[in-house]
C-alpha cells in the first residue's frame, strides 16, 4: 500500500477548511443541544472538575507531587492539566469508530469529502481542551497567583499528540465501519493507556524496572512537556518533541492512507 504525501494530505484539508469548521461548530453545538445551560456547561464542566481535584487533593488527602513545592493545590493543578490533555486525544478516538456510521447519508454521496468527518472529532477535542486549558490558566492565578509565560508553547508542545490524534481518528473511523466491536476494543485500550500514563502520578513513583514501558508510550512526553511549560514554568524538551512529531507524522500519513483505501467498501457495508 503506496502512502500518501503529507503535503497531499494538507493540501486536501484546506481546500476543505470551511467544511471542516462547519461540522466542527456543528459536533460541539451538538452535545449541549436541548440542556438549560448549553455552551455553559463546556465551560463549566472543567471548573467543577478543577475544584473536585482541588478539594480532594489538597484538603483531604494533602497529596504532593513531589517537586519539593509546599504548595496544598499543585497536586490537583498538575493531575488536572495531565488529565485534560489526555481527554483531548480520548475524546477524538473514542468517537470516532462510529463517526462513519452515524453520518450514513454523507457515504452515499461521492463528492463528499468523508475524511473531514473525524476530522471534525479533533476539532471538537480541541475547541473542549483549550476550554479546559484556559480554566487551568484561572486557577493557577487565583489558587497559586501565578502564571508561567512558557505557556505561549502550548499550542507546539500539543501539535505532536494531534497529529498523530488525527491520524488514530482516521484508522478507527474506517476500521470502524467493518468491525462493529471497535468501539468496546478502542474504550478499553484508552482506559488502559490512561493508567499506564504519568497523570495521576509523576514518573518518579514508577519502579525503575518499569519506567521503560512508560517511556515507550508517547503520551508521557506530551503531558510531561504540557506540565512543564504551564505549571512549572519551563522550557519544553525540544529534543524529544522533534521526535514526538516524527512519529505523529508517520501515524498521520498511515491513518489517512488506510482511511483513502478502504473508504471505497463503505457503501457496500453500510
Known amino acids: ?13 484546506w481546500a476543505n477548511r470551511a ?3 462547519q461540522l466542527t461548530t456543528r459536533d460541539i453545538q451538538s452535545r449541549y443541544k436541548g440542556s438549560l445551560l448549553g455552551l455553559f456547561w463546556s465551560f463549566l464542566t472543567p471548573v467543577l472538575m478543577l475544584s473536585i481535584y482541588t478539594f480532594v487533593f489538597s484538603v483531604v488527602f494533602e497529596a504532593r507531587w513531589g517537586t519539593g513545592s509546599g504548595s496544598k493545590v499543585e497536586f490537583a493543578l498538575v493531575l488536572f492539566c495531565g488529565l485534560n490533555t489526555f481527554t483531548m486525544l480520548s475524546d477524538a478516538v473514542g468517537r470516532s469508530t462510529t463517526v462513519i456510521l452515524s453520518n450514513v447519508n454523507y457515504v452515499k454521496k461521492v463528492v463528499f469529502p468523508l475524511e473531514v468527518l473525524p476530522l471534525a472529532l479533533v476539532g471538537s477535542a480541541i475547541f473542549n481542551g483549550a476550554v479546559g486549558y484556559l480554566v487551568l490558566l484561572v486557577g493557577m492565578a487565583t489558587l497559586m497567583g501565578t502564571l508561567h509565560w512558557t505557556a505561549i508553547f502550548l499550542p507546539i508542545v500539543l501539535l505532536p499528540l494531534l497529529i498523530m490524534a488525527l491520524g488514530v481518528t482516521w484508522f478507527f473511523a474506517s476500521t470502524g465501519v467493518y468491525i462493529r466491536d ?3 476494543v478502542v474504550g478499553v485500550c484508552l482506559n488502559v493507556l490512561m493508567f499506564l500514563s504519568p497523570i495521576f502520578y509523576p514518573l518518579s513513583a514508577i519502579p525503575a524496572e518499569l519506567q521503560g514501558i512508560y517511556y515507550l508510550n508517547p503520551i508521557t512526553y506530551v503531558v510531561e512537556d504540557v506540565r512543564r511549560v504551564m505549571v512549572w514554568g519551563l522550557m ?6 522533534v521526535i514526538e512529531l516524527m512519529v505523529g507524522l508517520v501515524v498521520l500519513v498511515c491513518g489517512f492512507t488506510w482511511f483513502q483505501k478502504t473508504r471505497e467498501g463503505f457503501p457496500d457495508v453500510i
Open 1 to 13: 500500500m503506496e502512502l500518501i504525501n503529507p503535503v497531499q494530505i494538507y493540501k486536501r484539508l
Open 19 to 21: 467544511l471542516v469548521i
Open 182 to 184: 471497535m468501539g468496546q
Open 236 to 241: 519544553p524538551d525540544w529534543g524529544v518533541w
